[in-house]
């Protein structure tokens, strides 16, 4: 049977673990080539490995001269770039009198000229061809916010201004480009300095226990690529510039 993705030249960064990790998977699950990219070189080769057709690269999403390599040889080899989802991110948990400049300019490298950057390397092979998808991953963050994520909820509302503004200046080319926004999800960005935020007792009584999330538990990462392979599949055409949030109704409550 023909998979949802057949054939498509999809590149995912942040591949080595968690939603991106998810993302591969159910990519290479529908038929697709896989292009994994991450700085952690052990886990993206784990992954990649375990995929029936990938290519790791083990680089920095912030290394532009890595990323412009990355995107020619992709095109070199395959033909072209169907699909892109910018997913790697960072995040600090700092009060905001407290956070460095340097924590501020890293997180907004990652979280967001990074995904600037790649966009505009995968839009220029797109528009050649006159079709193509690009999925930006933000946070329920950039919406409602808690304490200590200043910079990383600011990178996050800009993923979201700049997929609005991908979306029209790319929609006469065919190109889509939304973006998917994860609330709680179980992931090793959910341990925060050793502890598992999704474990915790506030957790439990507060998120699961007093439906501060309505589902009353974490989102599990594949929860969220099921949402990145529909933006990123035909079932998915009149429709850019858009957010969808996967949160289990967490930015719908009081
Ligand atoms: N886990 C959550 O609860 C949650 C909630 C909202 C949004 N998100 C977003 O989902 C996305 C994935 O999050 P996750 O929980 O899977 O995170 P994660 O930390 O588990 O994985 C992120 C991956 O990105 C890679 N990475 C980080 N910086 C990089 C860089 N500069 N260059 C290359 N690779 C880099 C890491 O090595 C890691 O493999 C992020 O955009 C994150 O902001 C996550």
């Known amino acids: 049977m023909m998979g949802r993705l057949q054939g498509r030249v999809t590149m995912v960064t942040g591949a080595g673990q968690g939603i991106g990790e998810a993302i591969a998977r159910r990519f290479a699950g529908e038929g697709a080539v896989v292009i994994g990219i991450d700085r952690n070189v052990e886990t993206l080769k784990a992954v990649c490995a375990a995929l029936p057709e990938a290519v790791a690269w083990p680089i920095d999403v912030t290394d532009h001269q890595a990323m412009e390599r990355c995107f ?5 080899r395959f033909g072209g770039i169907d699909v892109l989802v910018n997913n790697a991110a960072i995040s600090y948990y700092v009060p905001v009198v407290d956070t460095t400049l340097a924590q501020w300019h890293e997180t907004l490298a990652v979280n967001l000229e990074a995904y600037f950057l790649a966009a505009q390397l995968a839009a220029r092979r797109m528009i050649e061809r006159g079709c193509g998808r690009i999925i930006n991953v933000a946070s329920t963050q950039a919406i409602a916010c808690e304490p200590l994520v200043g910079a990383y909820a600011a990178s996050k509302g800009g993923v979201l201004a700049l997929t609005r503004s991908l979306g ?9 480009v939304n973006a998917v926004v994860p609330g709680c999800i179980h992931t090793p960005m959910s341990v925060i300095n050793g502890i598992d935020e999704t474990q915790t007792e506030l957790f439990k009584e507060w998120y699961a226990g007093r439906r501060k999330i309505p589902l009353g538990r974490p989102g599990e990462p594949h929860e969220v690529a099921g949402v990145v392979l529909f933006l990123a599949s035909d079932d998915c055409q009149y429709m850019t510039g ?3 949030v996967v949160d289990g109704g967490l930015t719908i409550t009081f």
């Open 72 to 76: 020619s040889q992709t095109v070199e």
């Open 168 to 176: 029209v200046e790319l929609a006469p080319y065919n190109i889509l």
């Open 242 to 244: 858009q957010m969808l």
